[in-house]
């Protein structure tokens, strides 16, 4: 797949081009590249996709921008998994946010990048102070697939509702939503040891959520190991309070260094607290390692001799 970080000056061919945030990359986004994928074959399209760096309400309101579901890279690697040829990440500041529906349509989608046909969801709003709506794009004679919904359980799936769900610890309705394991990715870097000093090694993985949507303690899998991970601020520690995602692997003592891994969260076993010190936490550490291998052995029974 090629990524633009600009609207490139040369021939891109005809374009089926889906427009949106994409955060999370739940069942209704996977829908709409499915049905992107499927245009452009039929259309001899060049199936493509625009997308926000940083999201819109992040330029806007930073301070209360939401909770980030995916990186730039996540989002990237469920482009390719769709089965994305191109993808446009537009860089959301000042100058982008001022361009009306008008130049957007005309200037950049027909001139610049040659769309044919349009994929957003029929609620899309776009150009400055979003005056643009789904309907200009059909009055300016765009080929426009406008998406309604799709609902789980009589709402409709959003990135809100997986943020929601992930907030209250209800992984079970994330992952329905999602399609899959609410996931994050990211780089094994060393750390301060604390965790192998306190007798469990951790994986600390560098994350680029700034605000997760979850934190706490979870039992997850770290590309399909069964393993305890904490997802926080680690209060009882002292020094400046800094997020990190640690995961200790159960029954795994290798190197894993430099390997950029994926953390699949499961179950939630509590929130993270504050210990009156290091032989509670380690206490406590201990007995989180005794529940993640409960809830292991009942939903990934051993096999039987």
Do not use: W
């Amino acid at each position: 797949m090629q990524v633009f970080r600009h609207i490139p000056a040369t021939d891109n061919g005809a374009l089926a081009l889906a427009i949106g945030n994409f955060d999370g990359m739940h069942l209704g986004h996977q829908t709409l590249l499915k049905r992107l994928i499927e245009v452009a074959r039929a259309k001899n399209l060049t199936p493509s996709v625009m997308t926000f760096e940083p999201h819109p309400r992040e330029f806007f309101t930073p301070l209360n921008a939401p909770s980030r579901l995916c990186n730039l890279r996540e989002k990237l690697e469920y482009f390719i998994e769709a089965g994305v040829q191109k993808t446009f990440v537009c860089a959301f500041n000042q100058r982008f946010s001022t361009i009306s529906a008008q130049a957007f349509m005309h200037e950049m989608l027909r001139k610049k990048m040659q769309v044919s046909t349009i994929l957003v969801g029929e609620d899309f709003r776009f150009g400055a102070k979003r005056t643009g709506t789904v309907a200009d794009f059909k009055t300016n004679g765009f080929d426009l697939i406008d998406f309604a919904p799709v609902n789980f359980a009589n709402e409709r799936i959003s990135s809100t509702r997986v943020r929601d769900a992930l907030s209250y610890g209800n992984l079970q309705l994330a992952s329905a939503l999602l399609g899959r394991a609410y996931s994050i990715s990211g780089k094994v870097v060393h750390g301060a040891k604390r965790g192998r000093e306190l007798g469990f090694p951790t994986a600390n993985i560098h994350i680029k959520h700034e605000r997760p949507a979850l934190t706490g303690v979870y039992a997850v899998k770290l590309d399909g190991l069964c393993a305890v991970a904490n997802l926080g601020v680690r209060p009882t520690i002292a020094g400046v309070p800094k997020l990190s995602l640690e995961v200790h692997i159960l029954d795994f003592n290798e190197d894993l260094y430099g390997r950029h891994v994926h953390v699949e969260f499961l179950h939630k076993i509590r929130n993270e607290m504050k210990f009156s010190g290091l032989d509670a936490l380690k206490a406590q550490i201990a007995q989180d390692i005794v529940v993640a291998r409960n809830f292991f052995s009942i939903v990934i029974p051993p096999a039987r001799e």
